[in-house]
């Protein structure tokens, strides 16, 4: 007999108990295809919704899903995921590990703070007067961006420095035009981000748009921070642990808190860890009838 699927709201990343960022999480989710994960996941609203299943090989299997689509890895969705399932007392501390649709991830839990696994980078660069920088700015109402890279970590990402804390608060993101480039260049969004300004104990103050996913702009983006940790690191050798903060500038703030540890061999990345707190939100229906 097989159990019934269960829905939780989880705030991830989350900033001394308060902000942080909102994904749905429906556990007991092996008998749900993914046409019916898609329409609960649309249903939900979030930016990302987490379905976690049983695996052969690793902890649990999870499988996440924007509004519109399937994405591979989502962070925040799998911090809000483990420490959902360590509250419902189906894990404990201590390494476990995830199975995804491009294969197994490790997961840290230890105390209240849950950090993933990301791969090495692999970095693109993007010259700000060439035509895709010329288009990126553009898409951005003209923004000066200082850097300007793509980095994947397990998603593709556009990482964007601006000067200044006031700058990036300015930014005017053309959701439609974001939204075709990160077609074209296969991205999930842009990462803008700033060094000045931010508050104590973070070394950036980061924006997110994600429009090709169904996701304007969210509170705290783990699959995002990674990748920026590994600029960092690599302009300016910070690390190789650092934290940034997410949110704050949103129309409705959520400031968020997201602590990234790099792994580094012979002074190069060879893996990271980005993770933080959650706080279990409260249940939700999963209305199967017309999933």
């Not at 939900?44 to 994405?71: D, K, M, N, Y």
């Not at 951005?140 to 593709?156: K, Q, S, Y």
Request: aromatic letters at 6%; one cysteine or more; hydrophobic letters at 45%.
């Amino acid at each position: 007999m097989s159990t019934k699927p269960q829905g939780w709201i989880v705030h991830a990343f989350t900033e001394g108990g308060g902000g942080g960022n909102p994904a749905g999480v429906v556990v007991d989710a092996d008998g749900l295809d993914a046409a019916a994960r898609l329409r609960i996941a649309a249903r939900v609203g979030l930016s990302e919704t987490a379905f976690v299943s049983a695996s052969a090989t690793e902890t649990v299997r999870l499988e996440f899903f924007t509004p519109t689509r399937q994405i591979a890895h989502c962070g925040h969705a799998t911090i809000a995921t483990f420490a959902l399932l360590k509250s419902l007392g189906r894990i404990g501390e201590g390494h476990l590990s995830k199975e995804t649709i491009e294969g197994p991830r490790a997961v840290i839990v230890e105390g209240d703070r849950v950090s993933m696994e990301q791969r090495a980078p692999r970095f693109e660069p993007i010259a700000p007067r060439g035509r895709e920088g010329a288009r990126i700015s553009a898409s951005l109402a003209g923004t000066r961006l200082h850097d300007m890279r793509i980095v994947d970590t397990g998603n593709r990402f556009a990482v964007l420095e601006v000067e200044s804390r006031e700058a990036l608060a300015a930014v005017d993101p053309d959701q439609t035009a974001i939204a075709y480039i990160s077609e074209s260049l296969d991205l999930v969004g842009y990462y803008v981000y700033s060094r000045e300004g931010a508050p104590a104990g973070r070394v950036a103050t980061t924006r997110m748009f994600a429009p090709r996913y169904g996701i304007d702009e969210e509170a705290a983006t783990g699959m995002a921070a990674g990748p920026l940790a590994c600029v960092l690191f690599d302009r300016f050798c910070i690390g190789p642990t650092l934290a940034v903060e997410q949110g704050a500038l949103m129309a409705v703030p959520s400031p968020s808190a997201i602590h990234v540890r790099l792994d580094l061999v012979d002074g190069v990345i060879s893996r990271l860890f980005a993770g933080g707190s959650a706080r279990v939100e409260r249940r939700v229906a999963v209305d199967l009838e017309t999933a």
